[in-house]
């Protein structure tokens, strides 16, 4: 995998060509990863109308399938979702994009952690709109 050359007293590695299309391919992978994460975070400003609220509604129509009621609360938790499962596929594909040498990844780790973070943030948010630090429009007044 890697070849450890020794120089001096010191060790620096290098890789070697079979190890480049593995590293190559995970690269691109994280990249991947990354960029879907990206369009499906929060910190996309144009994603909704374009992914988010498209997978909402789905999801709240597959809900609505078994109960008509359950539409818009699926869709809200469908949207919530999709935020959340974007945050996670950017810090998996970031790690995977910008690590150095491959280690041992502990999954369970990363999905808390993401989960954690992506809740914090929606929660962090929730509290800016409720102390009015954030201004939301409103779409339903008849003003």
Same mark, same amino acid.
């Given at each position: 995998?890697?070849?450890? &050359?020794k !120089?001096?007293? =010191?060790?620096?590695p290098?890789t070697?060509? *079979?190890? @480049?299309? *593995? /590293?190559?391919?995970? *690269? @691109?992978?994280?990249?991947? $990863?990354?960029?879907?994460?990206?369009?499906?975070?929060?910190? #996309? %400003? %144009?994603?909704?109308l !374009?992914?988010? @609220?498209p997978?909402a509604?789905?999801?709240g129509?597959i #809900?609505?399938?078994?109960?008509? =009621?359950?539409f818009?609360p #699926?869709a809200?938790?469908?949207y919530w979702?999709?935020?959340?499962?974007?945050?996670?596929?950017?810090q998996?594909?970031?790690? &995977?994009? $910008?690590? *150095?040498?491959p280690? +041992?990844?502990?999954?369970?780790? +990363? @999905?808390? /952690?993401?989960?954690?973070?992506?809740?914090?943030y929606?929660?962090?948010?929730?509290?800016l709109?409720? $102390?009015?630090?954030?201004? /939301?429009?409103? $779409?339903?007044?008849?003003?």
């Open positions: 995998m890697l070849n450890i &050359e !120089v001096g007293t =010191k060790q620096t290098q070697t060509i *079979k190890d @480049l299309p *593995k /590293t190559f391919l995970q *690269k @691109l992978r994280g990249g991947f $990863f990354l960029v879907i994460g990206y369009l499906l975070s929060p910190l #996309c %400003w %144009w994603n909704d !374009v992914f988010n @609220l997978i509604y789905f999801f129509y #809900c609505s399938l078994f109960a008509p =009621k359950l818009m #699926c809200i938790i469908g979702l999709s935020n959340i499962v974007g945050i996670i596929l950017m998996a594909g970031a790690i &995977e994009f $910008f690590q *150095k040498q280690q +041992e990844r502990n999954i369970k780790k +990363e @999905l808390l /952690t993401g989960l954690v973070s992506s809740t914090v929606t929660l962090i948010i929730l509290l709109i409720q $102390f009015k630090i954030l201004d /939301t429009p409103n $779409f339903f007044s008849n003003s």
